[in-house]
């Protein structure tokens, strides 16, 4: 079967990031400068992939890449670090394994070595120090690039962020450093609060949605390069999914489906496109949508029809003033609501659409 243009689970490949080319631009330029940046952009906007495609084009550095999603435990924190350390480009393990050796250290073993008997087991925030001496010491050798991916996860393991800030403050100069996340609060705590020990240590950089132009090229193009029209398709879907990074890959891919060769995207296409993703996310989005809290819910109705929060959609559903101001607050901290010059949206395009539909106001 021939393979879709359009990738819509997981990163991707580091060529096909299209309409990020500002942002990337913009920290080639902060990396370049050792100036340290931490990327905040809702769940799948991209981060991930446009990291990848960073890491690519700064050919003269070597990758160190940390992921901390959900990470759990200092134990778990080391693990990662030493994984990342093992997986780096070849200039960087070159130097960093005889170092680590000269401090009695194998990297990419940590997992064995947690596994073992307590007794046997090395003491985390020890080994931690360890591994980061490697890090910071390769790095004064042979250019690094530091990705600290799902950075916000952190938040959850005491004194982890701590001791990252110990080790790596004196060595912003050596290493370019990106952090990545995408809780929007949490990631605003660790980098703007005076208690935490990344506290103005980073200047924050926003991922938004793709532009229109951005999604009308990429769809033209993955439609033309199969041999098939994308017709009225960038219309749709910029209007449907606004930008929204991985929804409009599936919507683009599900159209792309139901186009043979030869052919192009028409009303019907479209339709058939849209009750395809209706019907493969209606159980996740009802699923989503009972785990918010009543007030929230609420709102994310409200928003979701394009009505005010204290209007007359509020006095319908009967929710306080101060009730839908919290829940707005939360929705907004957590992502699941962006706030734009326009005013409220519900960050994930699918849901919105499932509350419209299920729960029309
Ligand atoms: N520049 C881009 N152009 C088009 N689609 C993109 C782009 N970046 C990301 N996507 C789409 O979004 C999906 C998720 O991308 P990615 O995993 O990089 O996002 P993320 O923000 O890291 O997500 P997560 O919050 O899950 O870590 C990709 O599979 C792709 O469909
Ligand atoms: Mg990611």
Known sequence: MEESPFKYQGPLDPADVRGRDELLDDLIGRV??????????????????????????????STVWVDLYEVTSMADLVFRVDKALAAADTPFTADAAP???????RLGVARVEFSRPAKDRPDPVARLGLLLDVLVTTATRVPTLLILDEFSSIATVGGAAGALRTALQHHYTDLGIV????????????????????????????????????????????????????????????EFAAGHPQRTMQLADAAWRHTPEGGSVDASTWALAVEEVRRVSADPMER??????????????????????????????????????????????DGDLIESQEGLTVTDPVLADWIRTTLPL
Do not use: C
Not at 42 to 55: E, F, I, M, V, W
Not at 99 to 105: D, E, G, I, N, T
Not at 305 to 328: Q, Y
């Open 32 to 61: 370049t400068a050792r100036r340290v940046t931490a990327l905040v952009g809702p769940r799948r906007y991209g981060k991930t992939s446009l990291l990848r495609r960073l890491a690519v084009e700064l050919t003269e550095m």
């Open 288 to 333: 989503l949508f009972s785990h918010f809290q009543r007030a929230e819910r609420d709102v994310l109705r409200i928003v979701a029809s394009g009505g005010a929060i204290f209007g007359n959609a509020a006095i319908l559903l009967d929710v306080s003033h101060g009730a839908a101001a919290h829940a707005r607050d939360r929705l907004l901290a």
């Open 179 to 238: 952090f990545a996340g995408s809780m929007p609060s949490v990631m605003r705590q660790l980098f703007t609060n005076r208690v935490e020990p990344f506290y103005a240590q980073a200047d924050l950089m926003t991922i938004g949605p793709l532009s229109d132009a951005a999604v009308t090229d990429m769809v033209v193009d993955g439609f033309a390069a199969t041999g098939r029209g994308a017709g009225l398709l960038p219309g749709r879907l910029t």
């Open 99 to 105: 170092f680590a050796a000269s401090l009695q250290l």
